[in-house]
């Protein structure tokens, strides 16, 4: 199939349901859903947006058909959280027109740091993320059971 026209855009209020919802789809799929997951995809404003993240949707055909937040870390360093594209959308380059747009609004809000925690088992989501420059870190401690694998992307 081709590739969608993708609107790509930052987040509102009224996207939290689609938030959630793509979030839970991908989680429930490939491992559980965590406490924090339920956390954050039960209040994106109040764990992302309101300490100073942001949250950027991919729609198409009037949908939202993915999702990706920067969620912050300390000042300057920013965590890419909460990826996701429907299942219906994946393999047609959405995931990396939407990450591609995350790394150029974090270094609009100069950012010099992108970090990640991810799992072995997503191949396709890892290729990703080396294909931008993404680059592998030793483990690190993670509020994620699930989270095996930590990657960074230097902007400076």
């Not at 590739?3 to 509102?12: I, M």
């Not at 209040?43 to 912050?72: K, N, S, T, W, Y």
């Amino acid at each position: 199939m081709p590739a969608p026209t993708l609107h790509l855009r930052t987040f509102e209020a009224s996207d939290a349901t689609a938030f959630r919802e793509l979030n839970e789809a991908w989680i429930k799929q490939y491992f559980g859903l965590e406490e924090h997951d339920h956390e954050i995809l039960g209040d994106p404003i109040g764990f992302i947006i309101r300490p100073g993240g942001h949250i950027f949707m991919a729609c198409a055909e009037g949908q939202a058909i993915g999702c990706c937040a920067l969620i912050v870390v300390r000042p300057g360093v920013y965590e890419v959280a909460k990826m996701a594209v429907t299942e219906e959308y994946r393999g047609r380059g959405v995931g990396r027109k939407l990450l591609v747009y995350v790394i150029e609004q974090a270094r609009a809000l100069d950012a010099t740091l992108l970090t990640l925690a991810t799992n072995s088992t997503l191949a396709n989501a890892i290729h990703l993320y080396e294909s931008l420059g993404f680059q592998h870190l030793p483990p690190e401690p993670s509020p994620y059971a699930r989270a095996d694998v930590f990657m960074e992307l230097p902007l400076v």
